[in-house]
């Protein structure tokens, strides 16, 4: 077993932004309200998950920069945004620009990969070039590239009244520090390292890198990769990693929210126990209790264990209220029991 958990240093959330199709406004406005509350709770961030033709956000890097003008302070990433559905180049302008709009705050998390149905949706997203695209790691090294502040262009000089520069603009110092890769696997965790970035972990992991032919184990799948990470990271154990388990707490909750969230983490259950789909994805259990029965299940969480920072994830399909209680019981009861403290304190 690891050593004992390390005091919780960063706590963060994660939502995908669920909306009505019929009105969108309001599931995008009620977004920025929970942001807008995380900060004032203390947190010290906060993460949108990325969801093409669905009803989450879609365009979470254009929500964030709504963001950078209702808070100050917050840390705003993605988490992750699947490089497959962009251009590097138009990405990594976009990054840095709301990245100077918020003061720095932006933390660009990201994966590679082909787009989820590509089948059904390669002659809209990549009309002329379905077959040649290149969805590997290079892709991704390629924004890391950008981001960084290397060339994109082989001329810079003035035409006319007209300025260029070879790198993107703007070009925002820090935001190279401040990428982040989803990784699912051992393969991708080991990459990450070695480009130097942060790793982002989730309740989903590959089940094939279990060494062990015994019974899956999530939370040791997931502590392996974070070490195989921070391994190739040139940080060695200093390399950060963030952990972004569901986790309900119900110090607070109405027994009607307390029933529903159950039930909710009921139904999610049967993926938990064997490797799902073709790629045998496996994941963990959905979390739900009182802060003294949570904090006794995550310092027993092998995973947890390795990490001192975590963006816990929201359910995908409760109410505004909802999220409101889960996120004041993790600010002000899970958090401070874990070990954290809120920003300004």
């Known amino acids: 077993m690891s050593p004992d958990p390390r005091p919780l240093r960063k706590l963060g959330f994660l939502t995908i932004g669920l909306f009505d199709e019929a009105d969108p406004r309001r599931g995008h406005e009620s977004t920025l309200e929970i942001i807008a509350?995380?900060?004032?709770?203390?947190?010290?961030?906060?993460?949108?998950?990325?969801?093409?033709?669905?009803?989450?956000?879609?365009?979470?890097?254009?929500?964030?920069?709504?963001?950078?003008?209702?808070?100050?302070?917050?840390?705003?990433?993605?988490?992750?945004?699947?490089?497959g559905w962009e251009n590097p180049l138009r990405l990594a302008?976009?990054?840095?620009?709301?990245?100077?709009?918020?003061?720095?705050?932006?933390?660009?998390?990201?994966s590679v990969g082909?787009?989820?149905?590509?089948?059904?949706?390669?002659?809209?997203?990549?009309?002329?070039t379905a077959g040649q695209e290149d969805f590997s790691p290079r892709r991704a090294e390629r924004l890391i590239a950008l981001v960084r502040g290397e060339d994109a262009s082989d001329f810079a000089g003035t035409e006319g009244i007209e300025v260029y520069s070879r790198r993107v603009q703007p070009h925002s110092p820090g935001l190279g520090s401040r990428l982040w890769y989803g990784a699912g696997s051992l393969r991708s965790a080991r990459w990450a390292g070695e480009q130097g970035l942060n790793l982002l972990t989730s309740s989903v992991v590959k089940a094939q890198d279990a060494d062990d032919p015994g019974p899956l184990d999530f939370a040791a799948i997931q502590a392996a990769q974070i070490r195989a990470f921070r391994e190739r990271h040139p940080d060695g154990e200093r390399a950060r990693v963030s952990q972004g388990l569901v986790v309900i707490p119900t110090?607070?909750?109405?027994?009607?929210?307390?029933?529903?969230?159950?039930?909710?983490?009921?139904?999610?259950?049967?993926?938990?126990?064997?490797?799902?789909?073709?790629?045998?994805m496996l994941f963990?259990?959905?979390?739900?209790?009182?802060?003294?029965?949570?904090?006794?299940?995550?310092?027993?969480?092998?995973?947890?264990?390795?990490?001192?920072?975590?963006?816990?994830?929201?359910?995908?399909s409760f109410e505004h209220e909802d999220y409101v209680q889960i996120l004041t019981d993790l600010a002000t009861r899970l958090g401070p029991a874990l070990g954290w403290r809120p920003a300004g304190d």
């Not at 302008?93 to 990201?110: H, I, K, M, Q, Y």
């Not at 029933?259 to 490797?275: G, S």
């Open 37 to 83: 509350l995380g900060e004032r709770l203390g947190f010290d961030s906060a993460w949108l998950r990325h969801r093409h033709l669905q009803y989450g956000i879609s365009s979470p890097v254009a929500v964030l920069a709504a963001a950078t003008q209702r808070t100050s302070r917050i840390q705003l990433g993605t988490a992750v945004t699947p490089l």
């Open 93 to 110: 302008e976009d990054l840095a620009t709301v990245d100077v709009l918020s003061g720095g705050r932006l933390n660009p998390g990201f």
């Open 114 to 128: 082909p787009p989820v149905h590509y089948e059904h949706v390669r002659g809209a997203l990549h009309p002329d």
């Open 251 to 280: 110090d607070s909750a109405t027994p009607d929210q307390r029933a529903r969230y159950e039930a909710y983490a009921l139904a999610r259950t049967p993926r938990t126990v064997a490797p799902q789909g073709p790629a045998r």
């Open 284 to 316: 963990a259990p959905d979390l739900v209790g009182t802060t003294e029965q949570l904090v006794e299940r995550l310092h027993a969480h092998a995973a947890y264990r390795e990490v001192d920072e975590v963006a816990f994830a929201l359910p995908f």
